[in-house]
Every structure is written in structure tokens, then in C-alpha cells.
């Protein structure tokens, strides 16, 4: 920090409880009140050098003027400021200093002392070295930007603050090598390094920077030490100076950090210590009362650049949870929202699994509150135009699942699973979540059917006609071999949705084997050409016959890869005739039941199903077993799932 001496005297004041007493061997004539502090000092000094004060004594009348009391209620500064002015009235040692220019510039000013009262007065004292050391100085500038709350109003009206701001705002926006002398941390390093950055050899400058350049974020940590008016105004300069979205977000997240405790409940390995110009140091939070909290989380959002990725979600829903804690303004929390809604594909699970902090709901977990950033992502979405810089990312990625709409459909289908299984979650509020997604943002609907089963064994209570209703989410022909197999056996599932399961799971193998035909006959055709264009290249010249079939060895070979692949397909249309049978059976037997009005527990018994649940293609793990081990009558599932792999085999 920056200083200059001022006086040669030594110091002559004493305190004594509230009052102070100067020590010069001379009776006091003059009593003067600060606050809660009184000074007994000497007319002619004090006189002599402020006008204010000259100009009461002289509105005294002489009788008043031997006792001399004068009470300065409004003096900026108070009594603090009160005692350098008068310790410099005395001519006594006292340091001009960042940290004490704006509180002496301002009583000099309230004291009127000016040069008419005295070469070298205060006024031209602390005026020289706030414009010469002060605003050349980063550090001395905040320094000073951080004194000026002592000093309100009386700074506003010197311009004072507008002229640290605009100092503070120049530095922050210009290269931090320029500015290696008056940064923190540029001390460490001043003899071997020169105010370009460049290091020093022999003094001369070899052009080479020093391992420990300064960082970009270095005025981050500084800023956070001003109060959220001050900091207010250079976060309001920094954007009137077209400074980058990224370094004032950065700024507004350093800031919060410090002042809102409830961020750290979340995420502590990562809020534990914060990063400060390459050095780890711990988390101090003041403490704040909750309205203070309040108006610092507000100022905050209202700052935060409208500009996708210059925070993280984390930090987004961090803000949040805190503004529905702290009670926020309901435009507070909207925007937080829509924020979240901007970038909401950049989300985790965990994230998303906000607390519910209502009276009136009682599910665990905030679903409003996701349903809104849902709708806002939505939104957002369906007014980005075609060719936007999203698509442009999905394509360079090279594949299509990587847009944003497909990433956020997994999202939900997995906050769908972890909200599935709370008993006070309405299927109503369930459905609409899950249907809130376009149908082409979910390439298989696994898990969105994972997320029913568990809701459905979650809530055994539902009616029949309530399961088929949850059970319309998910679209049948977009489940996995895995996922029809489980959802054929799933005693939870509706009677109509298992017949709909298998009736598509046969309509796929009936695809697939088409398929198999027509490559089969595509085959043959190749295979007859070659044979016909062969025996013609054959009449005329049979070197080029050997060369290009491989002699009556290669022919063998086809014809008999061929008689195989022939055989291979013809005992496949016998099994797939065999099980087109058995499946025909089934439907009969379950036409008979459904006609007779019984439910799917007896069907089950009478299809003899006891398989165990397979393996969940969505998370990797089981999906819940079925209840049910029964035997029956007819053909059986185990039957028809062991003919549907030996086919596909």
C-alpha cells in the first residue's frame, strides 16, 4: 500500500476515555464534539488552517468564544477523520495512505481546507496523491473504493467513487502483464521481472515470460472484498465497458461464493476451497443476516450475463435452492429458471433432485419447479431456427444422439426413475412430466418404460384403467429386444400392453427374417452371374477361367456355402411356422380368458410364467423380478422366449 508523510512533529495527543487532550504544555480554549468523542484542543492551529471552523468561532460572541464549544454533527469520517485533520493541523507525523486519502479528502473538504486557509493545506494534500499514486495504483484503488462506505454522501459529491470505479474498471479490462507492479502478487517476483511480464538478465529483458504469469481471474478475489453496493457499481462499469460475459460471471460467482453460505451445502468437495491467483485457500463466509443474503443473491442474478455457459449448472441450481430457502422475489426465482432452461441439456441427475420446500406439496422432491425449467428448455427449442449452433455442434460430433433434446431426454427419463418410487407422487403429475418430450427425442423408450415399472410398483393401488393410462407414455414398437422380454413377463403391466408387447416383438422377428429372404435371394442371383459369365470367359480362354473363380475347388466352395445357407434359412421358416402356431394358440387361450373376465393373475398361472427379470439395458442393472411361480396350462413363456433366441441365434 502506497503512502506519504505528512508532518515532522512528534505526536502530542492523548486519549483519555472519550476525550482527547493535546500534550503541548499550553491550557486548552477550545472543546469540539465528534459523535461520542470530544477534543480539547487550541483555537489557533485548528483556526488557521479551516475555514469552517474560523468561521463559527468568528459567529461566536465574545463571551462564548472564551469557553469556544463547537459540535460537528455531520463530519465525514467522524471522529477518526476528525483526529488526522487536527493531528495535521498541528503539523504532527501521520501517514496519507489508500486506505485514509478518501476519508481525509472528505473532511478537509467538510472543513473547508482549503489553500486560502494555508499553503499546502489538506485539500491539495490528498487531491495530489489520489490522482498521481492512487489511480495508477490497482491495489491502492481498492483499496480506497473499500474506505468510501465511511465517508457517504460526502464521496458522491467529490465524484469520488466514479473515479475509482472507472480506474478499477480500465485495469480490469486491460492485459494483466501490463500491470505487473500494482496487482497483488506481482511483489513476490518485481526484481526479476519488468512491468512488460518479461523476465530480467543482467537488466536486460530476455522477452521471456515468467513461469507464473498472472491469470486472468486475478482481480476476482479483490473485488470480493467490497460491499455489495460498491461491488454493484464495478460490475455496472465493467459492463458498460463491453468486457467479456465469461470475466463478469466469473466475478459474480467468486463474489456469491463468499457471501452465500447456502451454496456450500451442495457440492462441498467443490466449494471447499476456492482457487485465488494460483493459490488454494479455504472459504471464509461473513456472516450475513438473511435479508442481507437476500439482496446480495438478487443482485447477483440480476447481473448474470443472459448468455449460454458462462456458469455452470451447478452454480445455477445452487442459486436457486437458495432463493426458495432465503424466500426470494418471485421474478428471482423465474429467471434462475429460465437460465437453467438455456443450458439444461449441461445438467446431472443430481442436480435436478432439488428438495421440496413447500407446505402445501407433499412429494419429496421439487416436481413443479422441474416441469417450469422443462418448459422453458422447450420453448427455447422450438424458437432456435434450423441450421443453429446446437445442430451444428450435433453434427460435428457425428452423432445424432448428442443434441440437446435427446440428452435431455435421458435426463428425465432417469429423474422419472429416482422421483418414481415416492408414494405421494400423483400419476397425473407423473404423466404429464414424462409426456412433456416430443416423441422424436427418445430413440428407444427403455427408460422411460423402467421409470413406469417402478412407478407402478411404487403404487399397487392403481386401477386398472389408471395403469393403462400411465402405461400410454412409452411406445411399444421403441422397446428394445431386452425391454419387450421383461415387459411380457411384468405382472404390473396391464393385460393390453402385454399383448401389445408381444404382437410387435413378433411383428420385429417377422421384419428381420424378410430381410433375411431377400439378402438370401440376392445371393443367388450374384452366385447364378458368376457362374454364367464364368463358363462364357471359359469357352475361349481357361487361364482366365482359373484366375478368376479359383480352378473347380472355388466353384465347389460356393455350392456349397450356397446348399448350406439354403438349408440354414429353410429350417428357420419351419421353426418361425412352428411358433407362428404356438402364438396363435396363446391368443386363443388369452381371448377365452379376457372374454370370461379374469385378470392377469390367473392368465399368468395358466401361461405358467416363472421367469426372473433379465437385465435392464438402460442403467446396466435388474429390472424388478415378477411374482409369479405358478403353473399352467398351454404353452409357456420360457418356451416362447427360448424358440425366440434359438431363432435369432
Known amino acids: 500500500m502506497a503512502s506519504m508523510k505528512l508532518g515532522s512533529k512528534p505526536d502530542a495527543f492523548q486519549r483519555r476515555g472519550q476525550a482527547w487532550f493535546c500534550t503541548s504544555g499550553l491550557p486548552s ?11 480539547h484542543l487550541h483555537k489557533f492551529p485548528l483556526v488557521s488552517r479551516c475555514g469552517r471552523l474560523a468561521r463559527q468561532v468568528e459567529e461566536m460572541s465574545e463571551e462564548d468564544q472564551e469557553g469556544c464549544e463547537i459540535q460537528l454533527v455531520d463530519m465525514p469520517g467522524g471522529a477518526e477523520a476528525f483526529e488526522l485533520a487536527a493531528k495535521f493541523c498541528y503539523r504532527v507525523k501521520l501517514a496519507l495512505t489508500s486506505a485514509n486519502v478518501v476519508t481525509l479528502r472528505c473532511a478537509a473538504e467538510y472543513l473547508e481546507m482549503s489553500e486560502e486557509f494555508g499553503e499546502g493545506n489538506l485539500i491539495g494534500k490528498t487531491e495530489a496523491f489520489f490522482q ?13 473504493l473499500k474506505s468510501c462506505m465511511s465517508s457517504l454522501p460526502q464521496v458522491e459529491k467529490l465524484d469520488l467513487v466514479e473515479k475509482l470505479v472507472h480506474s478499477i474498471c480500465i485495469k480490469a479490462s486491460m492485459d494483466p502483464s501490463l500491470l505487473a507492479w500494482s496487482i497483488p502478487g506481482a511483489h513476490d517476483h518485481s526484481s526479476l521481472q519488468s512491468p512488460g511480464g518479461s523476465v530480467l538478465w543482467n537488466g536486460i529483458s530476455t522477452g521471456a515470460h515468467a513461469a507464473h504469469a498472472t491469470q486472468t481471474d486475478w482481480w476476482y478475489d479483490d473485488l470480493s472484498t467490497l460491499s455489495l453496493p460498491l461491488f454493484e457499481r464495478v460490475i455496472t462499469g465493467l459492463e458498460a465497458r463491453g468486457i467479456r460475459p465469461d470475466s463478469i460471471a466469473g466475478a459474480l460467482v467468486h463474489y ?11 457440492h462441498v468437495d467443490q466449494d471447499a476451497h476456492i482457487t485465488t491467483r494460483g493459490v488454494v485457500v479455504p472459504v471464509t463466509v461473513p456472516p450475513m443476516e438473511e435479508d442481507d443474503q437476500r439482496i446480495v443473491l438478487e443482485t447477483i442474478e440480476a447481473h ?4 449460454k455457459g458462462v456458469v455452470s449448472t451447478w452454480f445455477l441450481f445452487g442459486l436457486l435452492r437458495t432463493a426458495m430457502i432465503l424466500n426470494a422475489s418471485p421474478r428471482c426465482k423465474s429467471n434462475l429458471e429460465k437460465r437453467i432452461g438455456m443450458q439444461l441439456e449441461q445438467a446431472m441427475l443430481d442436480e435436478l433432485l432439488m428438495p421440496n420446500y413447500s407446505y402445501i406439496e407433499e412429494t419429496l422432491y421439487d416436481i413443479d419447479v422441474v416441469q417450469r425449467i422443462l418448459d422453458h428448455f422447450l420453448l427455447l427449442d422450438q424458437n432456435s431456427p434450423p441450421g443453429s449452433d446446437d445442430e451444428e455442434e450435433g453434427l460435428l460430433l457425428g452423432s445424432p444422439s448428442r443434441s440437446p433434446i435427446m440428452m435431455v431426454a435421458k435426463l428425465l427419463d432417469a429423474y422419472l426413475a429416482e422421483v418414481a418410487p415416492d408414494v405421494n407422487l400423483k400419476p397425473t403429475k407423473f404423466q404429464v412430466l414424462a409426456e412433456a418430450l416430443p416423441d422424436y427425442s427418445r430413440i428407444l423408450d427403455d427408460g422411460l418404460y423402467r421409470a413406469i415399472d417402478i412407478f407402478l410398483k411404487a403404487h399397487p393401488w392403481l386401477s386398472e384403467a389408471e395403469r393403462e393410462q400411465i402405461c400410454k407414455i412409452m411406445d ?6 431386452e425391454a419387450c422380454t421383461h415387459a411380457a413377463q411384468n405382472e404390473r403391466l396391464p393385460l393390453r400392453v402385454v399383448v401389445q408387447v408381444l404382437l410387435f416383438e413378433q411383428l420385429q422377428l417377422r421384419t428381420a427374417i424378410a430381410g433375411s429372404f431377400l439378402v438370401s435371394d440376392s445371393l443367388d442371383l450374384h452366385s447364378g452371374c458368376q457362374v454364367r459369365s464364368s463358363m462364357t470367359l471359359g469357352e475361349g480362354r481357361a487361364p482366365t477361367q482359373a484366375g ?4 473347380a475347388d472355388g466353384w465347389g466352395n460356393v455350392a456349397h456355402e450356397n446348399q448350406v445357407l439354403k438349408g440354414n434359412m429353410d429350417r428357420m421358416l419351419s421353426r418361425v411356422s412352428q411358433l407362428e402356431h404356438e402364438c396363435n394358440t396363446m391368443r386363443h387361450e ?8 379374469r385378470r392377469l393373475n390367473p392368465l399368468s398361472k395358466a401361461l405358467g410364467c416363472n421367469l426372473r427379470s433379465s437385465i435392464s439395458p438402460v442403467t446396466g442393472g435388474p429390472f424388478p423380478a415378477n411374482q409369479n411361480h405358478n403353473g399352467g396350462v398351454g404353452l409357456t413363456k420360457v418356451q416362447l422366449h427360448q424358440r425366440h433366441t434359438s431363432l435369432h441365434v
Do not use: N, Y
Open 256 to 266: 456469491s461464493k463468499k457471501s452465500l453460505p447456502g451454496l456450500h451445502r451442495r
Open 476 to 481: 411399444c414398437q421403441k422397446l428394445s429386444l
Open 29 to 39: 480554549d477550545m472543546v469540539i464534539e465528534v459523535g461520542q468523542m470530544t477534543f
Open 590 to 597: 388369452i381371448e377365452k380368458l379376457h372374454r370370461g373376465k
Open 548 to 551: 478368376i473363380c479359383g480352378g
Open 304 to 307: 448474470l450475463p443472459l448468455v
Open 132 to 144: 498521481q499514486v492512487v489511480l495508477c495504483s490497482w491495489r491502492d484503488s481498492v483499496f480506497a
